[in-house]
């Protein structure tokens, strides 16, 4: 067990461009998180996949946002037509299925800067 | 609407002291209650979870304690040291309003150790 891994650490863009993170989750962890913390702020929750499916998408989504874990295993999260404004840490998240009681997991997170 | 709100904002004492730092949230129907620690441009570290059913938790020199019936937690740090000085956030997994158990987190309390 090596813990949730995102690649990368850090990533500097310009804006207009597209990145794509990637999250690989504990291993056996069906459920997968993705949040985005600003400077200053504790992070806010984005989206949430329950194995390959994606259940709940934060309004903080908007349409240049997209995600996908498509074999219920690693996650990414694809930024289009970056914005100043996306600059932010991206961490994942994951966690057993187990009902409530369960803890998240998190990342190291990927540092976005947009220029 | 789950807030959570987390005071004071920064704070610095010098090592060897005891310490509170103070967790306050807005609807009392929470399934549990987390406290990380973040280093500068890091992910988050779980401190301590704390299910609705309990009290408080204990790990090392540090102690969480919940109130969830006036919506308090406080994180208590025994004998600070400087290896201390991070960013301690507390998390609430509310009643989810759609399916999803995701947590909602404070701004976070800065700490900082003197030696």
């Known amino acids: 067990d090596t813990g949730v891994s995102q690649d990368p650490r850090h990533k500097i863009t310009k804006r207009g461009q597209n990145v794509t993170f990637r999250c690989d989750p504990i291993s056996e962890h069906n459920r997968l998180y993705w949040y985005r913390q600003t400077l200053g702020q504790g992070p806010e929750f984005l989206t949430y996949?329950?194995?390959?499916?994606?259940?709940?998408k934060s309004r903080l989504l908007s349409d240049r946002f997209s995600a996908e874990r498509p074999k219920g295993s690693f996650s990414t999260l694809e930024i289009q037509r970056t914005e100043q404004g996306d600059s932010a840490m991206y961490l994942c998240a994951s966690s057993p299925d187990r009902g409530l009681a369960d803890t998240q997991y998190f990342g190291p997170g990927t540092r976005l800067t947009v220029l | 609407k789950q807030e959570v709100t987390q005071i004071p904002a920064a704070l610095s004492v010098p090592e060897g002291e005891n310490l509170v730092l103070n967790c306050s949230f807005t609807d009392s129907a929470i399934y549990n209650l987390q406290w990380f620690r973040q280093d500068p441009g890091k992910g988050l570290t779980s401190l301590l979870l704390i299910q609705s059913s309990q009290r408080e938790q204990t790990s090392g020199r540090l102690n969480a304690s919940l109130d969830k019936s006036s919506g308090r937690s406080t994180l208590y740090i025994a004998a600070s040291q400087p290896g201390d000085s991070a960013t301690y956030l507390c998390a609430v997994k509310s009643a989810p309003t759609s399916g999803t158990y995701k947590y909602i987190f404070g701004t976070g309390t800065r700490l900082k150790v003197l030696a």
């Open positions: 996949f329950q194995n390959e499916a994606q259940l709940e």
